[in-house]
């Protein structure tokens, strides 16, 4: 069945760029919607973004200016960054495809601090 | 806006459950249900409102329209006691999802 990873640095200092991507294996990543979608500590569920593996993108407005999806089929993978990073996006990142969300990748914990 | 009520639901094993989710606006019928534990990411129960993913049990269902849904988890089993949250992807982003419920072992 298809299956997510994400990975990339777990800790990155206030005012850089996080950098994120998540693997696909186990099917396409063609014909499909992929998202990002992240959780603060002890709080709820936030979508980030989606991109489509043609490549059109939809952000939330809350993000937009800093974040930016894109998507290497090649490589079956889907990237996320995000630009001047706070304090307050340190979160669970996750990626997950489709619009009702399925599957989900594990997740990681990326930490904004110095 | 997604509206979960109540926050936390305290029930005994083999008993029902019934969660609300509220929207601020029309989603259709384009809403979904998620159960997450601790340490794991959410997982589809629901989408479309009252259609199960895959390998989800009978004992989870889905209904509602517009802005009132629910979700209902008959004759709870210890592996139901988790977290729920409701998400819509109605036409156009951003997609939200509700605060959660949390259903404890009474």
């Known amino acids: 069945q298809v299956q997510l990873q994400e990975s990339g640095p777990g800790l990155v200092k206030p005012s850089e760029t996080l950098s994120l991507s998540c693997t696909v294996s186990?099917?396409?990543?063609?014909?499909?919607?992929w998202n990002w979608i992240r959780q603060s500590p002890g709080k709820g569920l936030e979508w980030i973004g989606y991109?489509?593996?043609?490549?059109?993108?939809k952000y939330n407005p809350s993000l937009v200016g800093r974040v930016t999806l894109s998507i290497d089929s090649s490589k079956n993978q889907v990237s996320l960054n995000l630009g001047s990073v706070i304090a307050a996006d340190t979160a669970v990142y996750y990626c997950?495809?489709?619009?009702?969300?399925?599957?989900w990748g594990q997740g990681i914990l990326v930490t904004v601090s110095s | 806006v997604l509206t979960q009520s109540p926050d936390t639901l305290s029930v005994s094993p083999g008993e029902s459950a019934t969660l609300s989710c509220r929207t601020s606006?029309?989603?259709?019928?384009?809403l979904a249900w998620y159960q997450q534990k601790p340490g794991q990411p959410p997982r589809l129960l629901i989408h479309?409102?009252?259609t199960r993913a895959t390998g989800i049990p009978a004992r989870f269902s889905g209904s509602g329209s517009g802005t009132e849904f629910t979700l209902s988890i008959s004759s709870l089993q210890s592996d139901d006691f988790a977290v729920y949250y409701c998400q819509h992807y109605n036409n156009w982003p951003p997609w939200t999802f509700g605060q959660g419920t949390r259903v404890e072992i009474k």
């Open positions: 479309g409102t009252s």
């Open positions: 606006e029309s989603v259709g019928d384009n």
């Open positions: 997950a495809r489709g619009w009702a969300f399925d599957p």
């Open positions: 186990g099917g396409p990543i063609s014909g499909h919607y």
């Open positions: 991109i489509y593996y043609d490549g059109n993108t």
